[in-house]
């Protein structure tokens, strides 16, 4: 099942307030008032974890970068391979060039032979029809017109060994050829031998060039993941840096407040509107797979106004990967609130500000939902439900 697209620092704004938390919590020990629900151990658990996060992606990123060597080696020797290949298969292409240019010259060779023999048994039979035109004698009459019976008997002697003589050559002729018919086949044999190993090597060649594609493609991919784990690790860092620098900040001014407590399902809404997602885990609607909310999203119009549920501190005001332009309010005894995805923020960081003051405009900055108000409450380390915190009649 596809994974539902996220932002690589949500986690880390949840770390950042943590942090805030456990601000508040030292801003009472010094006070000499106990610490609520234990914020310093949640925090110092949460800042423990971020850096677990660190680490981890760094091992990876590292376990990535020696994957990826391994694959640049194994790319040396397949391109060693190809090399290999493609020399192999240059002597090939020149033994069977040699072979064609032999085969050549022995066909060459045959056709003149039957062409001689063709010439001889042609000469023969005009011999032969000449002497028997010119004489007009039967064979019989050749031989009786000899003087003597020797006369007889040379002339005979001689024909039989004319005939003779004409045979063998033309016996010769017939098993020189056929000697030459076989040393082609042969030539032709180890052509087709040539040709075979050609394309052997020849679909060697293409198994090499598809690997190598395959392992390049692979070497981008881990180029494309280390990349994104380095720039992970790069946001956790700054994350971890930003908690760090809150802390000290809140150490020098915790906000004081009266907390929320008392106004539990009594305090205004932020913004009106409608709900579109709800606090707890949800079905994301696209991808099918569990997402855990730590707040609630509110569909409203483009720069309508976002206003404070209650009196409290601004801790913390702009950018964080995952809610875009964000204020967060710090109310004291370890509540805060949280606006994300503002589109103009109007109050500056250390400002007081009253119940249902306006403190931004409503916007789309790094939402997935478009113009929205993202609105959390915390106490202490734990996000609480602002169903459970609102006015009952709806953000309408």
Known sequence: MPSAPR????????????????AVALGLQARGDPPPGGALGQRQEELRSLKEQIEETRRQ????????????????????????????????????????????????????????????????????????????????????????????????QYWVRAIRLVRLQLAEADRQRRELAEVIAGIDHRRREVQS????????????????????????????????????????????????????????????????????????????????????????????????QKGIEIAADLGAPIRSVAAGRVVFEGWLEGYGETVILDHGEGYFTLYAHAAEILVSRGARVEAGQMIARVGSTDSLQGACLHFEIRKGAQALDPGAWLRGEGPG
Do not use: N
């Open 61 to 156: 990123t590292e376990k990535l970068r020696g994957e990826g060597r391994d694959v640049e080696q194994l790319l040396r020797e397949l391109e060693r391979q190809r090399g290999l290949t493609e020399r192999y298969l240059g002597k090939l292409a020149a033994q069977e060039a040699e072979i064609e240019q032999e085969i050549a010259r022995r066909q060459e060779d045959l056709s003149a032979r039957e062409e001689a023999q063709l010439t001889t048994r042609d000469k023969l039979g005009r011999t032969l029809g000449h002497y028997y035109r010119e004489r007009q004698v039967s064979a019989a009459e050749l031989l009786l017109s000899a003087r003597t019976f020797g006369e007889v008997f040379a002339r005979a």
């Open 197 to 292: 190993l050609k394309e052997e090597r020849q679909d060697q060649l293409a198994r090499l060039s598809r690997e190598e594609l395959e392992r390049r493609a692979r070497r981008a991919e881990l180029d494309r993941r280390i990349a994104l784990f380095e720039d992970q690790a790069r946001k956790l860092t700054a994350s971890q840096r930003e908690i760090e620098r809150l802390i000290a900040e809140a150490q020098r001014a915790a906000a004081a407040g009266e907390g929320l407590a008392a106004q539990r399902g009594r305090l205004p809404w932020p913004v009106a509107g409608r709900i579109v997602t709800r606090f707890g885990t949800q079905i994301h609607p696209r991808y099918g797979t569990q997402v855990e």
């Open 7 to 22: 932002h690589p620092a949500r986690g880390a704004v949840a770390a950042v307030l943590a942090g805030l938390l456990l």
